[in-house]
């Protein structure tokens, strides 16, 4: 897919989109109806006349399993990251066969740079000067509380002054007027970064809106900061990202986006941005983030706007999480290999509890991998990590508490640490650091001062074959698929709620 239109159009075909033709205030009604929609599992929705703009709004496009399936083009997340996992895993190729497959993985690799092109849709109409007006845009207010409208969905393009890498990253921003708005970078992220490295105190900004959705996820995506993610875009999507040069600022912004936004940041410009009804499912409070100031406006003609709205989980960002989840999982192998899965649990908000299950292999192997968390990039941030083993579904949540409230001595297993936390917990005592609780529900070996640990229960495999055989026999309803499946493969309500 290059842009949103292809996008828009599968998802129609597949019955996934639903127009809404009235008009619709971006004033705190849309919220409502997203907000009833994505708990239904509804489609994503095309709000055709936003009160006060002439562009149509885009919401809900990422609000499933199913369409982040779509936009992935996978029958399940598992499937990306397999794609990633094939390319990270190259080894050093034996025969002729294998260097051929290796090869065409280092090409996959090749293949994902971005290329320039000079067709650019999203420059068919360009403002300048008194011209700016994010007034056109159906910008929402989401929340009552929030003090005024936010761009939610937008891919923040900036470049590190010293090396000139690429980064983009998803951040909220606040309209101050119609050419100016705050830049909501948290202390933990590149783009705030770039900003900090600038020698001559001010940064070039871009900022995309209405991507292909492989591309807007990326923006989303925590990679290390000297990784374009536009090349992840590249990547995942088996063909390049088509760039053009931004017209009055030195950086290159998606040629099929539906809107650029160009300008400025400086350091030594910050105002009160927020509160702001935020993914915490609390108004974040308001506090000092640099102005983004505007040089140029660019569009489609016919530009559709892309919005989302976060709040008290679930909600649509639910399923860019769990993307990441899912594709970071290959990397997060690499480096601690005993790492068989992980789960985020959206209810945690992502940064407040993460389980992991390991092939356990000496005492202490717990506190080993809760550690290597509490030191990966932005899993750092994680409050809470739950250590199971590796039999354990990670995604049940009923098997996890099982698990932590058999195999837990809270006086041996439970640690407490410190470190950094994520910008917006209001919970500790000072912003951005505080305690890390740490539970190792694995099954305890003797070194680990456990008393000889008891055998778990289960059926022997002769007697579930022969009363999977026999099963039409007793007759009972339930098929013996189905008996057998409520006890290893049930899932958590939370997990049904977001697949319906
Ligand atoms: C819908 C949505 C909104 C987000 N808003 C912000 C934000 O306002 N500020 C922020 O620092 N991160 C925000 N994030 C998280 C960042 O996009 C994410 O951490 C990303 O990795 C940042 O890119 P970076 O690693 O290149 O800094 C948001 C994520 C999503 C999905
Ligand atoms: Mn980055």
């Not at 159009?9 to 004033?27: I, N, T």
């Not at 499912?281 to 406006?297: D, H, I, K, Q």
Request: proline fraction near 8%; aromatic fraction near 6%.
């Amino acid at each position: 897919m290059r842009d949103l239109r292809d996008w828009i159009a599968l998802l129609e075909r597949e019955g996934e989109l639903a127009r809404v033709s009235v008009e619709v205030d971006p004033d705190l009604e849309i919220t409502e109806i997203v907000d009833r929609t994505v708990k239904a599992g509804g489609p994503a929705l095309l709000f055709e006349r936003p009160k006060g703009s002439s562009h149509p709004l885009l919401i809900n496009q990422f609000g499933t399993e199913r369409r982040m399936c779509l936009a992935f083009g996978v029958e399940r997340l598992d499937d990306i990251a397999q794609r990633l996992e094939d390319v990270l895993e190259l080894q050093p190729p034996q025969g002729l066969v294998e260097k051929v497959k290796g090869l065409k993985r280092l090409k996959s690799i090749a293949d994902s740079m971005p290329k320039t092109v000079s067709r650019a849709p999203v420059q068919e109409v360009v403002l300048t000067g008194d011209d700016i007006d994010l007034g056109r845009l159906p910008i929402q207010r989401c929340w009552p509380g929030d003090p005024a409208p936010f761009i939610t969905l937008p891919a923040v393009i900036t470049a590190d002054p010293r090396t000139g890498t690429r980064n983009v990253g998803m951040y909220r921003m606040q309209v101050i007027d119609r050419s100016s708005t705050y830049m909501h970078w948290q202390i933990h992220k590149d783009g705030r970064a770039d900003l900090l490295a600038a020698e001559d105190g001010r940064i070039p900004v871009a900022v995309a809106l209405g991507l292909d959705p492989v591309s807007a996820y990326s923006a989303s995506a925590p990679l290390p900061k000297h990784i374009d993610e536009f090349m992840l875009a590249g990547f995942l999507k088996g063909e390049p990202v088509e760039l053009v040069h931004a017209r009055t600022v030195d950086l290159d912004v998606p040629a099929n986006a539906e809107i650029v936004l160009e300008g400025w940041v400086a350091k030594d410009e910050v105002g009160l941005e927020g509160p702001f009804g935020d993914h915490t499912g609390y108004y974040t409070a308001a506090e000092p983030f640099p102005v983004f100031r505007l040089s140029a406006m660019t569009l489609r003609r016919d530009a559709i706007y892309p919005s989302i709205v976060v709040g008290k989980p679930p909600q649509e960002d639910a399923w860019l999480g769990k993307a990441t989840e899912r594709i970071f999982l290959p990397a997060l192998r690499l480096t601690v290999p005993e790492i068989v899965d992980y789960d985020l649990p959206v209810a945690g908000a992502f940064h407040n509890c993460a389980i992991v299950s390991i092939r356990k292999a000496f005492p202490g192997h717990a506190r080993k991998v809760m550690h290597a968390v509490w030191g990966l990039g932005m899993l750092s941030l994680t409050k809470c990590v739950i250590v199971v083993d590796a039999h354990v579904d990670v995604h049940d949540y009923a098997q996890v508490t099982f698990y932590v409230g058999a195999n837990v001595d809270p006086a041996r297993d439970v640690v407490l640490s410190e470190g950094p936390l994520d910008h917006l917990d209001h919970a500790p005592e000072r912003q951005f650091v505080g305690g890390k609780l740490g539970i190792d529900a694995t099954a305890k070996l003797p070194g680990e001062g456990a008393r000889p640990w008891p055998e778990e229960i289960e059926m022997s495999a002769e007697i579930k074959a022969l009363v999977d055989s026999r099963w039409s026999e007793y007759g009972l309803e339930s098929g013996p698929s189905a008996a057998a499946g409520v006890t290893r493969h049930s899932s958590s309500p939370l997990r049904q709620l977001l697949r319906r």
